[in-house]
């Protein structure tokens, strides 16, 4: 019956069975239930029913979020401080390590085995451990001192298991104390809790100090690859036995607890996939006043006279340190009221300390509880009676109940979390080192749809750090070999020098020769940019990625922002892309008569504008010879035919008619579109499927100075540098697979560099082989990554993005993009020395899903042209509304002309 009434924590239920008592009982009994309530009465604020625990979990809850969020952290009491172990175990760590664990009650060195063969999961871990103690001038010495300590400790185990000095061995160190940690080997200690009081180390990083300390004690080699708090440390070492482990908590000397957040809530750390280990460091919560309408005056009492007055009020509320201090105070003060021990006190009850964490446990042992507490008392020098003894034991138990139930809302507030960010019912393990019973029974209560576990951690907390070095130790190695794969693809600032200096002489012969040349330079005929008068309704045709385009455009004079615009997508699939010439064209018309039938316009023969984004040798606007197919086109018969006509035909062919004044490269289509806009635009960029450039040169330095004009568009097709070797000597062995495998082996090197249709298969083909290695995906190689051309370029931008595992392969995306700013370079020089300018302030046109989709694009193309040409300031002006509108300007200029 006691036992049951002291668990109960709701007062109704004990009214109510005192009632029922005093007309059953004997009068001793009668006093000791007297004491019962007495004790009850007098402790009332510490005994707290589910609605005050629920409130404490909601503070806790929104503290944890003023803790995770950038703009509040600084002031925030909870400092949630990222761990960067980002995930449980998963059973393939290896390797043996030396640990050191500081922080609990016990500083022990040890030595983790975790075999080759087996893998922690089969259970194939020896530890063997010493613990030394810290004298007490250590833990209120010099941070020096107390390093040299531990080090000198690790000295004397490793001789005393024989571990040889001479090798390097790797170490892992749990030090439980608030650490702020950049990365997984540094942490910078916020604060000393519990007993250290050491000088000397606040801000500093610990390990940094813990590896001098081992310099000076010499004789040793070690690399320290992670340090961890205990709660980290303790998650670790119990989810290998069971995944979901997701929170770890410690009810030591301290309290704390971890659990794993979703990254893109822990402002403090870039990144947004995946999760990351947070710990709480729980114990702070109240240090700002959240909690003081929970605290007692015996609360209030420890505070002030432990080592760090004001801090950690949860800690002190709750774990092992304080617990003894708390009962204590408890016991002294009605004693001195004459409610105990017949009102008197000894000098051992007065003094700090003497009722320590484990009589308390002891005086709450199931069995023989009263006979502990009358030992306690009587060490104490004092003589209760068996109701005196009663009622302390009472006293001990609201205590402690107060310690787990504080704990429970707590954990509670955590996996409310958990909950909340898995949008499901999470199951949850958490671990823990005292009462696991009674926080289940509590966190039930308090969260009743929530699934979790209590496990009671057996190894404690060092077993864990070896585990999270071993993952680290795992992944430096991945990441050496991945960094080296990659960084083989690099450029040096000469190479990229080189680069723009073989395009500068490419662009020149491209525009001189008769001959073939790997650089075009193809006249365009469009000798100017549009100047706003053009007006009228145009059709406007676009060909050149995996779409067909047809649109319908309204100029109006002077109205720059006015042009109407309809339009309507048609994909080309590949078997007319790579089928007979006729098929496509044929294809095409029949999507331009849809078009036209859609708009209600097939009989209105409107001039048209056609975009065709192919390299062709042109003698008018309205002509264009196919030289070559490019990218993902290999349709057969049309090479060396005009497609204007091809075209012209495949339209008389269905019947209706349509008056094509002009063909025009994307480029240039570009071009006008984004010149309409920015008189200042001169030059037009491509970064998509494909990469090309076009930009206004001047009469006299073309291959058609003899003609009567002062500038021309030029379509430079500069994909082909590179296709006569020129380029071979920047090229990776995964760029000449890529180009070997492609449709035009050996043609558009450049472009094979630098656009997205190859960009992806580079990519593809480094993630397979880093897979193929085992250094990525778990060694895993899906059908999906086997498959060429699987990686289309929107793809590849979200690598960038979200910043998660595949990160580094931005660094392959950026090698594209320097690139690309070698030969923007190139050209904005030449055209800046064409005019024999000093400095040359020019706008650039750009379009192209790469650019438009890669979030940094424009930023490091920008960087590289303009480290690359620094006598060029130039702007780059992302097109709106695609060549296809510049096609339809042309067309324009081209009827306004005629
Ligand atoms: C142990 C861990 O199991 O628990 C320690 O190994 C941790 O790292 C300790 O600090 C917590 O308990 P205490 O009572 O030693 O602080
Ligand atoms: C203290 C420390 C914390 C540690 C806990 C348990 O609260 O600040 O880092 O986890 O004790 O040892
Ligand atoms: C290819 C084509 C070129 C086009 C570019 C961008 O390089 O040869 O004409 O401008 O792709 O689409």
């Not at 999270?468 to 083989?488: F, G, H, I, M, P």
């Not at 067909?548 to 007319?576: C, D, S, W």
């Not at 849809?594 to 606007?621: H, V």
């Not at 579109?673 to 450039?693: F, H, K, M, R």
Request: charged share 25%; glycine share 8%.
């Amino acid at each position: 019956m006691q036992t049951h009434i002291q668990k109960g924590p709701h007062s109704q239920l004990l009214h109510q069975l005192r009632s029922s008592l005093l007309s059953l009982c004997s009068d001793s009994h009668l006093i000791c239930i007297y004491n019962f309530f007495q004790v009850d009465r007098f402790l009332h604020k510490m005994r707290l029913n589910d609605e005050q625990l629920n409130d404490i979990s909601a503070r806790f809850q929104a503290e944890m979020k003023k803790g995770l969020s950038a703009e509040s952290n600084a002031a925030a009491a909870v400092k949630m401080l990222p761990t960067h172990v980002r995930s449980t175990p998963d059973g393939t760590e290896k390797g043996q390590f030396l640990a050191l664990d500081l922080g609990g009650s016990k500083f022990k060195v040890l030595q983790i085995k975790v075999r080759e063969d087996q893998g922690i999961r089969k259970g194939g871990v020896e530890i063997e451990e010493k613990t030394y103690p810290i004298p007490n001038e250590v833990l209120n010495g010099r941070g020096t001192e107390l390093f040299d300590h531990v080090s000198e400790s690790l000295k004397d185990f490793m001789h005393e298991k024989n571990i040889n000095p001479k090798k390097k061995h790797p170490l892992a160190f749990t030090f439980s104390f608030p650490c702020e940690q950049p990365t997984l080997d540094q942490g910078f200690l916020l604060e000393w809790t519990k007993d250290f009081s050491v000088r000397g180390l606040q801000g500093k990083d610990v390990v940094d100090s813990l590896r001098q300390a081992i310099k000076r004690t010499g004789g040793m080699d070690m690399e320290i690859l992670a340090m961890v708090n205990d709660t980290v440390a303790t998650m670790m070492t119990c989810g290998f036995d069971d995944k979901n482990c997701e929170v770890g908590v410690i009810i030591g000397s301290g309290t704390n607890a971890c659990y794993m957040e979703q990254l893109n809530h822990v402002d403090l750390v870039e990144g947004d996939e995946g999760q990351m280990c947070v710990s709480t460091e729980w114990g702070a919560l109240g240090d700002d006043g959240t909690l003081d309408d929970y605290i007692t005056e015996f609360d209030r009492e420890v505070d002030a006279c432990s080592i760090n007055p004001g801090k950690q009020i949860f800690e002190k509320m709750v774990s092992g340190m304080y617990l003894g201090e708390l009962v204590r105070l408890v016991v002294l003060k009605m004693a001195k009221l004459g409610l105990l021990f017949d009102g008197r006190v000894t000098n051992a009850l007065r003094t700090k300390g003497t009722i320590t964490t484990a009589h308390v446990a002891a005086m709450e042992e199931y069995k023989n509880c009263l006979g502990h507490t009358r030992e306690i008392l009587e060490s104490l020098n004092l003589s209760p009676s068996a109701d005196d003894c009663i009622a302390v034991q009472h006293i001990s138990t609201i205590v402690s109940f107060r310690s787990s139930n504080l704990v429970a809302a707590g954990l509670a507030a955590i996996l409310t979390r958990i909950q909340k960010n898995q949008k499901a019912t999470a199951f949850v393990t958490a671990v823990c080192v005292r009462y696991p019973k009674r926080l289940h029974k509590v966190v039930r209560r308090l969260l009743p749809e929530c699934h979790v576990r209590f496990v009671l951690s057996e190894s404690g907390s060092s077993k864990g750090a070896a585990l999270v070095s071993a993952v680290a130790q795992r992944l430096a190695s991945r990441k050496r070999q991945v960094d080296e794969t990659l960084n083989s693809f690099k450029l040096s600032w000469e190479q990229l020098q080189l680069v723009k200096a073989r395009m500068r002489a490419a662009l020149q012969a491209g525009l001189k020769t008769d001959g073939p040349s790997e650089v075009k330079m193809l006249p365009s005929f469009v000798y100017r940019t549009p100047d706003g008068s053009e007006h009228g309704k145009y059709l406007a045709l676009d060909l050149g990625g995996t779409n067909f385009r047809a649109m319908l455009v309204n100029f109006k004079k002077g109205l720059q922002q006015n042009t109407k615009l309809y339009h309507k997508i048609y994909k080309i699939p590949l078997e007319i892309m790579q089928g007979t010439g006729e098929e496509l064209f044929d294809y095409l018309a029949q999507c331009v008569g849809d078009f036209l039938d859609y708009m209600g316009m097939k009989n209105t023969r409107l001039p048209a504008g056609f975009t065709f984004s192919f390299p062709c040798e042109q003698t008018a606007l309205d002509t264009a010879t196919l030289l070559s197919w490019t990218k993902g086109f290999k349709a057969t018969n049309c090479e060396g035919h005009d497609v204007v006509d091809m075209l012209r035909e495949a339209i008389k062919r269905r019947d209706f008619d349509l008056d094509i004044v002009a063909l025009v490269n994307d480029t240039v289509g570009t071009l006008m579109s984004c010149a309409y806009e920015d008189p200042q635009c001169q030059v037009a960029l491509i970064a998509g499927t494909g990469s090309n450039v076009c930009y206004m040169e001047e009469g006299g330095n073309g291959q058609h100075s003899d003609a009567d004009f002062s500038k021309m568009c030029i379509n430079t097709e500069w994909g082909g540098l590179g296709d006569d070797g020129t380029l071979d000597d920047i090229m990776t062995s995964d760029d000449t697979e890529v180009d070997q495998n492609s449709i035009n082996p050996g043609k558009q090197r450049f472009e094979k560099l630098t656009s997205g249709m190859y960009l992806g298969e580079i990519v593809r083909r480094v993630l397979l082989n880093l897979t193929i290695r085992g250094l990525l995906f778990k060694g895993y190689v899906s059908e999906a990554l086997k498959t060429p051309g699987i990686f289309e370029t929107k793809y590849l931008s979200q690598i960038e993005s979200g910043s998660n595992r595949l990160f580094s392969v931005a660094i392959l995306i950026k090698v594209f993009i320097v690139l690309c700013g070698a030969g923007m370079a190139a050209v904005v020089d030449k055209i800046r020395e064409n005019r024999g300018l000093d400095r040359l302030n020019i706008t650039v046109g750009v379009d192209g899903t790469l650019y438009k989709l890669h979030p940094h694009f424009s930023r490091i193309l920008q960087e590289t042209t303009r480290a690359l040409a620094p006598q060029c300031d130039v702007t780059f002006l992302p097109s709106e509304e695609g060549s296809g509108k510049g096609a339809a300007l042309i067309a324009a200029l081209a009827k306004h002309m005629q």
